[in-house]
DNA sequence: CGCCATAGGGTATACGTATACGCATAATAT
DNA sequence: ATATTATGCGTATACGTATACCCTATGGCG
């Protein structure tokens, strides 16, 4: 007998049975220094044993902030099936475990690049800030980030790092990662290393990777062929495509860097097709290192981001915008794992 | 000049606007018959033209709904890796496609198995309902179950449908899977069928799997071999450790089927370390057609489950359930995906 | 011994929405 | 013509928390 217990406790009740008054309770759970330590414990114990959880809408209603981030994902534009690029899914883990470290929610949600994700997510009071994950075209977001910016709206983007970038960007070092990738190629004999992937301002992170392929080869004395290069979005289908053109085009080469490791299957196939051994006949290298990789036949050799450190690095990096301070662009190095795709 | 464009408009705004009071607007937005058509037109009028979104926390508090689900992932206790199971992700897109579509708002959190899951969303008021997903022990979750049941938490899960599974269960018919299996196997003549995974109640999904091979043995005419079942977790490891242990016992078989893909890449990994050829020694069957199963080598033959029908009638079932409505269980069918590795 | 700062906590109120009621006017029924 | 019922909307209020402001003791200080 008492009070009946299925009700989802209060404030007030806490404040009752501690003999205090509610604004009380709720100091005393936030941290309030203004409590004194006896009664801070006395309602942290009659809290816990209530099995009080503050309600979420009431205090962010009044607080105006959530606790709560929100995770867009990007898809590309297939048509129906959900196609959904398995790097960013493997940033997943580490985003969500992230915010459950600082104590915030995260919601998430795959947006259709021309939806008006922009303004859906601010005006609702649903989160805090937003972190935009995906591949597609810069271009076609550039105007709803610059809305964004203008809207004073916290977000962070997984992207190219460069100065031009709108908002804050983590992203890692794709200009390095090339030149890794480059630098082995060079290293087992390569000089005619076709890329495959769009190099053009549509996809800047591609274009940063195939700038430092092109460092790293005249770091060697080759001069990069702009022939070599065949424009790809990251599909199988688009690299099996792409390696065929090349191959129809009757140019020569001994290796190619496709701009992820979807493109760098669909080459592989393509270049089976053609009876053109990996690695003896063309070296192979891929990007992202995804599950698939390891299973190929040849396995994959690929760049391998830090996804763990991305995740987290994004996280912490809207927090600190949230929290007013302005965070810095970051980029984060790659690695390269070696596998039989370039093992001559 | 007007009214400050920056803040963000209330209900109140669009009121004074339309020269009704703030309850109409809430009436008119939310449909209820109540309001004049050319008044709720009017309201609506505004409400795009100021860009107005209804407040989430407010309208949670004063409604106590939400419109929100919880999606709780389950990690197999690895200690440190993200190693999420690729099939549950890939069920993310269509559960967060048709909580889109119906209007809910999308959480989502990774959970270790002994965390106090049970308690963290149904008191915060901050999920209406919760989808849980991942394959683990079943008999560590059994009492948490018990308590959301008693605690009236709305929730849905994925895995074995049968009659004593706890809540409001989704999930694929994993006997008629094995039977789907066990006949192709036995149709290209194998008689001697191993099966790598955990058959015991604490994995009913692989019980059930197991279950449905014996099936369709027995409707071949053939005796299964207890002997030729090991256990074995979904990881590559655990599948590897598995076909070895089974090899070494020097008993005869001549195909596998593992509970799932990631098991069976182990396996294909141990049959050709003990030269062992795959699919002429030892046909091989997987489940759950991730994307590495068809570029392992030979090619996976595995057991595809319809997760975009399993995603949509998750959302279903759960907001059937919150809407008070006793939802019942439901199977989907599964289908069989022949490639090499038991192509003869 | 009066004065002021400080700790500790109470009082009042706002956050923005969604309902329970009540009250007109208009439309029907009798 | 009066009684009855819908229709359409306004009034009042509650949801549970967080903060601005105010008040009371205490202790230190001159």
Chains 1, 2 share one sequence.
Not at 269 to 297: H, K
Request: charge should be neutral.
């Amino acid at each position: 007998m008492g009070r009946q217990p299925s009700a989802k406790p209060t404030s007030f009740d806490i404040a009752y049975l501690a003999g205090v008054s509610q604004p009380t309770v709720s100091r005393a759970l936030r941290g309030s220094k203004s409590v004194s330590a006896a009664t801070r414990a006395n309602i942290e114990r009659i809290a816990r044993e209530l099995n009080y959880t503050v309600d979420k809408n009431a205090s962010s209603l009044r607080s105006q902030r959530t606790h709560t981030l929100a995770l867009l994902f990007f898809e590309d534009p297939t048509p129906d099936e959900s196609m959904i690029n398995p790097f960013f899914l493997s940033m997943l883990g580490s985003i969500t475990r992230q915010c459950a470290l600082k104590g915030y929610d995260l919601l998430i949600s795959f947006q259709q690049m021309h939806n008006d994700w922009h303004v859906a997510y601010q005006d609702s009071h649903r989160s805090d800030g937003i972190i935009l994950l995906g591949y597609g075209d810069y271009q076609l977001y550039r105007t709803k980030l610059e809305h964004l910016v203008e809207m004073d709206t916290k977000f962070v983007r997984w992207g190219s790092v460069s100065d031009d970038s709108i908002g804050l960007t983590v992203g890692s070092d794709n200009v390095g990662a090339g030149e890794l990738a480059g630098a082995h190629l060079v290293e087992i004999g390569r000089r005619h290393i076709a890329f495959l992937g769009d190099a053009s301002e549509h996809a800047p992170e591609f274009q940063d990777r195939y700038a430092g392929l092109c460092r790293a080869m005249r770091a060697a004395g080759i001069a990069p062929d702009p022939g070599l290069q065949a424009g790809a979005v990251s599909s199988e289908a688009s690299g099996y495509a792409a390696a065929k053109s090349l191959l129809a085009s009757g140019r020569r080469f001994d290796a190619i860097f496709a701009a992820s490791d979807l493109i760098a299957i669909g080459a592989m196939r393509a270049l089976a097709e053609a009876n053109l051994r990996c690695p003896q006949d063309v070296a192979l290298i891929g990007f992202d290192d995804i599950p698939a990789a390891s299973q190929t036949s040849p396995t994959l050799t690929t760049v391998m981001q830090d996804m763990k450190g991305a995740g987290e690095l994004l996280v912490d990096a809207l927090l600190r915008r949230i929290a007013g301070a302005d965070a810095e662009r970051t980029m984060l190095p790659a690695k390269l794992i070696k596998r039989q795709s370039t093992a001559v």
